[in-house]
């Protein structure tokens, strides 16, 4: 038996049979074909191997920032405060199902990759036609296809009449393929290999014999299986500055703990114990415990916003992801375009007519020069518009929705469409010129022929196909002009390097009496039509939203399986640098360095198997891109799981590409990525603007407490009190963030470096300075109070009033990074920022004079001159916020 990856294509049919020893007429016997299902196993994908629920679950722990969580939660148990121990372990909970649930859904592409496989085969054994299970198919089988089926393995065609293969899943390829059953060259790419017939793939139209030669992980598809099984998940933007952030949080507490502990003991000569639960207070106040509950919180808000604009988050950091990007690799069909085939130019003698319209409703007109013309004045145009219509086997549908679809061919439908737009009426055009006979297209022969009689016009021929096929058929053209053979194909190349399809008609007269249509009876007497020019057109709304990228300091890239003349016409239409495509005959000739150097000169990139796409999107990560993929096809899965994000169609996509992706648009609409990069910067911007409200809350508290215990002084504030002030203000505060809509002009400014920290140089000096004042005025009020003779109760207090009435006057600035906050006031924007504030001033009443928060907390009653120094502290920290804003605003600062 022949070696694995054997190319099949370059051998003949009899050599292959002979190789797999099996009989075209007979197949195998049963006998045999047990024999080698045994040998080669069954035709499906292997399964991976997968990690066991408790492990998985266990992993959602191994990270930093749990790690801090954990501390923080084992500290409160020590110090026996039950209510806050059980909310830190809740969050730790929380974050850890949510990782468990998504990872659980992101295993699920391979067994998408899996149900591409056809579930049962029409099989020749024993000579006989049975109907079996696709998993039972082994090399050597002789299979039989028809028109609607999916392809069940790998085939080496063996006899094919009228074949057409959809293959635009497994290569990207817009129109389906014409099969035939000669060898071709080994180099040959896949998506060219006319005697191929690849597992997964559609018959569109016609009927084949074939000879299995590869199943289960030998097919292409299975290759692209353990393309997607190899391909390890990238972390995100995210989850790598959280993890940073973390560790430097990590580290930072410890050292502060134990040098504060040294000093406490080696210094001031206090007792042990009471150093050590000072520091515990210390690092209780320094750990952002609800942090990850707020990121968590942002993300799934953000989540259910994308989900309105029509985007399906999979993976919760996907959201602020796309916000990180800075280049989309797109594929181009189905998603750039309608994949829909749609007739765009008519080539008639003497004139070259532009049609309107796109995809198959027939809808749309003609013009010349820009000005429109009556189609049914212009007798050339309704000549060639009934060669169009009568010589056709597809049919036009409106479903429920008054969506167009077509039965049949892609290119026939794109001829109907343009007859129905020249006004021909299909029902009457066919009653008036009833068919007789017909010479299917061929892939040998590249036309297709229609005998047709009409009332009171004796019979005539139709013709239409390739236009070097259709012209050697022809003697005249329509104004009675002898053929000008030369003109003509050069209009066919010069259609052709637009990207466009072109197809030839004409017609001719025969004998009243023709019953039957031969391939003899077609000879050089036939009148040229003309020609039409096809091609399967950019969405309108991606061409909008390529460019609204673009200014956003996007790079779009187009990666297709097609020819690099389409590839490169469809990307300069869409306003991509396409003027040196690049092909995957290319990239196999170029190492990484150089490929990443061409990658930086083009947007276009034709011929590209799924291998080319998995080396493209690693070459723009190793260039330091964060690299978004989209695209719908089974091709795509193994690029849309290594890119930082993948991107699949909801609609037209397969499972394989929506289970490979972070993000699936529901409407397979490029637009609808604009849309979703905009809600993915406003997420990063509001986590960025969370740890902006958090960070001084904590920093200032650990400055208080380290400051007392340096200076020997009573703490202002309790390791529970600490507790209770970040967790309602992570509760109520902090999530007004999560509902603050985007900055003004969030997709005029350029990608954030991928380089660039959690916490900007800028973002720390706002963080110092806030904690400084919040410290400043929780200790002022703490002294003050006790200067009073008020009692270290009444004193904690007043500092805990103080720290969370200090933060609500900062939420109103953090809300924007420089503008005025009197610019965005309470009527503006983010209606939670109010409500929520009430919420904290009635728990911030609770601690105060409810008697259980009073025992629970060490809270005591204060009066109205504690009340208004609080107030008057407040608003001073709300003035100096805005001074300083002011400052930035001076010198030109806009964003940290």
Known sequence: MPTDRTAWHAEDASAALHALRSDAQHGLSASEARQRLRTHGPNSLPAPARRGPLLRFALQLHNPLIYVLLAAGLITFMLRDHVDTAVIFGVVWINAMIGFIQEGKAQKALDAVRAMLASHAIVL???????????????GDVVLLESGARVPADVRLLQAKNLRIDESALTGESVANEKGVGAVAAATPVAERRNMAFAGTVVRYGQAHGLVVETGSTTEIGHIGDLVRDTSALETPLTRRLNQFSLQITWVILILGALTFAFGVGVRHMPMFEVFLAVV?????????????????????????????????????????????????????????????????????????????????????????????????????????????????????????????????????????????????????????????????????????????GQGEGAFVLLKGAPEEVLALCSHEADGAPLNRANWLAAVAGAA???????????????????????????????????????????????????????????????????????????????????QPLDGTMIDQLDDAALRHTLRGTDVIARASPEHKLRLVLALQADGELVAMTGDGVNDAPALKAADIGVAMGQKGTDAAREAADLVLTDDNFATIARAVREGRAVFDNIKKSLLFILPTNIGEAGVILFALLAGLALPVTA??????????????????????????????????????????????????????????????????RARGHSLEVARTAAVNMLAFSEMAYLFHVRSYTASALQRTLLHGNPVALAVS??????????????????????????????????GLSLAVFAAIEAEKWILRRMGLQRM
């Open 125 to 139: 054994r024993d000579g006989e036609r049975s109907e079996v299970d696709a998993s039972a198919l082994v090399p």
């Open 281 to 453: 207070g210390l690092t209780v106040a320094a750990i952002p415990e609800g942090l990850p509950a707020i990121v968590t919180i942002v993300l799934a808000i953000g989540t259910r916003a994308m989900a309105r604009q029509r985007a399906v988050v999979r993976r919760l950091p996907a959201v602020e992801t796309l916000g990180s990007v800075t280049v989309i690799c797109t594929d181009k069909t189905g998603t750039l375009t309608r994949n829909e085939m749609t007739a765009v130019r008519v080539m008639l003698a003497g004139s070259d007519l532009t049609v309107t319209g796109a995809g198959y409703a027939p809808s749309g007109g003609f013009t010349r020069d820009g000005v429109p013309i009556d189609p049914a004045q212009h007798a050339a145009l309704q000549a060639l518009a009934t060669c169009a219509l009568l010589c056709n086997d597809a049919q036009l549908q409106q479903n429920a929705d008054k969506q167009w679809q077509l039965v049949g061919d892609p290119t026939e439908g794109a001829l109907l469409a343009l007859a129905y737009k020249a006004g021909l009426d299909g029902q009457r055009q066919r009653a008036q010129y009833p068919r007789v006979d017909a010479i299917p297209f061929e892939s040998e022969l590249r036309y297709m022929a229609t005998l047709h009689r």
């Open 497 to 579: 390097q637009l990207g466009q399809r072109v197809l030839a008609l004409a017609r001719c007269t025969a004998p009243d009496d023709t019953a039957q249509l031969t391939v003899a009876d077609l000879s050089a007497r036939f009148t040229l039509l003309g020609l039409v020019g096809m091609i399967d057109p950019p969405r309108p709304e991606a061409i909008a939203a390529v460019a609204d990228c673009q200014r956003a300091g996007l790079r779009v890239k187009m990666i297709t399986g097609d020819h690099a003349a389409t590839a490169a016409a469809i990307g300069a239409q869409i306003g991509l640098n396409a003027a």
């Open 720 to 785: 529970s009190q600490i507790l209770w002030v970040n967790m309602v203000t992570a509760v109520t505060l902090s999530l007004a963030l999560a509902f603050e809509p985007a900055e003004p002009g969030v997709m005029q400014r350029p990608p954030r470096p991928p380089a660039e920290p959690l916490i900007t140089r800028a973002m720390l000096l706002r963080i110092l300075f806030v904690s400084l004042l919040m410290g400043a005025c929780t200790f002022g009020i703490f002294e003050w109070e």
């Open 838 to 871: 009430v919420l904290l001033i009635l728990l911030q009443l609770a601690f105060t004079y409810a008697p259980p928060m009073q025992s629970l907390l060490a809270s005591a009653a204060l009066g109205v001159s504690s009340w208004a120094m609080i107030v």
